[in-house]
């Protein structure tokens, strides 16, 4: 019984970290970088959480859904707010977003002695692995 008032104390607290950090990002002036540094925040506020990313990916208790819906309604606006300066696609989903991002974490998650491998991943992700084009 501790154990679920602790993970209850413990969700509470990580909506209250998400949120907060949502709103200050907000505040900043590029909408993309702000976008990223959420996700950011998200990964490594799940990767205190061993083996959170998994879960939330497979999620499917009542729980880890009330987890995704507060994840969606923290980073929608950011995401909102970057694509009406067309930072980020239009077509660009939260829900992808969150899945890219919890498949990132997991990733750096294995590879703990790699500690730049979810920034290395999300850059790739970000920019693509073509070369950029040349400037005129």
């Known amino acids: 019984?501790?154990?679920?008032?602790?993970r209850s104390v413990s969700e509470s607290s990580s909506r209250t970290k998400t949120a907060l950090i949502s709103a200050v990002l907000l505040r900043e002036e590029e909408p993309a970088?702000?976008?990223?540094?959420?996700?950011?925040?998200?990964?490594?506020?799940?990767?205190?959480?061993?083996?959170m990313s998994a879960q939330i990916i497979a999620a499917g208790d009542g729980k880890?859904?009330?987890c995704k819906t507060r994840l969606h309604e923290s980073g929608d606006?950011?995401?909102?707010?970057?694509?009406?300066?067309?930072?980020?696609?239009a077509d660009v989903a939260m829900s992808?977003?969150?899945?890219?991002?919890?498949?990132?974490?997991?990733?750096?998650?294995?590879?703990p002695e790699?500690?730049?491998?979810?920034?290395?991943?999300?850059?790739?992700?970000?920019?693509?692995?073509a070369p950029a084009a040349p400037r005129a």
């Open 114 to 129: 790699d500690v730049e491998t979810f920034d290395r991943l999300m850059e790739l992700a970000i920019n693509g692995i």
């Open 33 to 51: 970088p702000a976008l990223f540094a959420w996700l950011k925040a998200v990964a490594v506020h799940s990767g205190a959480y061993r083996g």
């Open 77 to 89: 606006a950011l995401l909102t707010r970057a694509k009406d300066v067309g930072a980020i696609r």
């Open 1 to 6: 019984r501790s154990s679920t008032c602790a």
């Open 96 to 111: 992808d977003l969150l899945k890219l991002t919890s498949a990132l974490a997991l990733c750096a998650e294995k590879n």
């Open 64 to 66: 880890m859904l009330q």
